[in-house]
């Protein structure tokens, strides 16, 4: 028989970062290893953040002996060992004479004891890092790319038209929202929103296209906006949109198809994969600020 892994790395068939935190604050206290900040070359940026719990992990800060120490220290301070890291404290790790790793930078990591009290506040806070992106159609092809992009720095809101489209459970970081007509959402979304049409109607989708134009026209934050649909149907769509007065300049702010290109599968999944890729190529979550969410969180 396989030997089982050692317990602090315990993460294999996990859920979302977000919502494994979350369930098991709900049943044991943990700390909260999370970024602060950074000098030169480091495995990841300001904000990233690991929970670490008795006997399991959720999220990590990089792997590595940078991981392996932050880990003993957490759980020091989790069992209240004499000499550990103290509450809110910020250590300094140099990466490469310390701990030799070739990133060679400086790495700064907070820790916090945190526990089902902070559950609310740390829910805000976390789902505040992420990227948002809206999400229009409650079909096959979006409910794998709402799957996807739970595991991704992404916050989705997902709108549809039609009630009782949506599952009854989804992820932390992903919300749901009806509206009819479908395009009045668009007015609200958060600036710098990744835009994703697939609705169910290709009324709704050039309705949605419409509204996302001319939010881009008057206020220009939305980076990404992608319609699912071959080349024949973007050529529709060009012609009506030209007809109502948009141009040129304007229409190319609209990708159709989406997807990287050489991904030529049709299955939701398959599909799935090309957009969040193509999302992580033209709109990738931008680098975060350190701390800032999380210290107005007010963990204990």
Known sequence: MAASAPAQNARMMTPPPLDDCLDRLAREDGV??????????????????????????????????????????????????????????????????????????????????????????????????????????????????????????????????????FPPALPAQVETEHSEPVQDAVAALPAGSRVLIMSFSHAEDLDIVIACLQRLRTRGDLPFVGLIGSKTKWATFRH?????????????????????????????????????AQLLQVAPPQALPAAAALQAAGAR
């Open 240 to 276: 009506r949109l030209e007809a109502r007065g948009f141009t040129a300049e304007e229409l190319a702010r609209i990708t159709c198809p989406i997807g990287v290109p050489g991904i030529t599968g049709k299955e939701p999944e398959v599909i799935a994969v090309a957009v969040a």
């Open 32 to 165: 909260l290893v999370q970024v602060e900040a950074t000098q030169g070359s480091a495995p990841r940026e300001a904000g990233t953040w690991m929970a670490v719990w008795r006997g399991a992990l959720t999220g990590t800060i990089g792997g590595g002996q940078l991981e392996y120490q932050a880990i003993a220290a957490a759980r020091a301070l989790l069992q209240g060992q004499g000499g550990s890291v103290a509450q809110n404290a910020v250590v300094r790790y140099p990466l490469g004479p310390t701990l030799g790793q070739c990133c060679g930078g400086v790495v700064f990591l907070r820790y916090r004891r945190i526990g089902a009290a902070d559950a609310a506040s740390l829910r805000g806070a976390l789902a505040d890092r992420l990227a948002p992106v809206a999400l229009f159609g409650g079909g096959h092809v979006g409910g794998a790319i709402v799957r996807l992009l739970a595991g991704l720095p992404y916050a989705v809101r997902w709108i549809d038209s039609r009630d009782g489209v």
